[in-house]
């Protein structure tokens, strides 16, 4: 049991270099104590997950142009979230309308070899 993921909560990527908020539009009609609960479709590019400012990943093809013009100097490109599929649900114990909430312990990969989790799920006092 974890606690419950929500609007305020704060995402890391070990491929970016700066945290950003989870966005949740309120279409999944579960609430938390500090607002909407993200369920394992919140997962769009610059709309629930917003970019982590660079990346250092090689396999992003603008890190990947930058650092052969840089002749193999890891030059960080322009993050672009590409998760590549749904959020990964640890324990999912409480269903929204489209699927099962998401709490702090979910994760979500992403295409360039990123781990999106969060640092902070949003809210401290709803276990789910």
Excluded: E
Excluded at 36 to 46: A, G, L, N
Excluded at 47 to 76: E, R
Excluded at 89 to 106: E, F, I, L, Q
Aim: positive net charge; contains cysteine.
């Amino acid at each position: 049991m974890g606690l419950g993921a929500c609007c305020t909560g704060m995402l890391m990527c070990p491929m970016g270099v700066a945290p950003t908020p989870i966005t949740v539009l309120p279409t999944s009609l579960v609430m938390g104590s500090a607002g909407p609960m993200p369920c394992i479709s919140d997962c769009v590019p610059f709309l629930n997950i917003i970019p982590f400012g660079v990346c250092k990943s090689i396999a992003n093809p603008a890190t990947a142009a930058l650092t052969a013009a840089a002749l193999g100097v890891l030059t960080p490109g322009p993050c672009i979230p590409t998760p590549a599929g749904t959020w990964v649900p640890m324990k999912p114990t409480v269903m929204g309308k489209a699927g099962p909430a998401v709490n702090g312990d979910s994760m979500l990969i992403c295409a360039y070899g990123g781990v999106i989790k969060f640092t902070f799920p949003g809210q401290a006092t709803v276990l789910i």
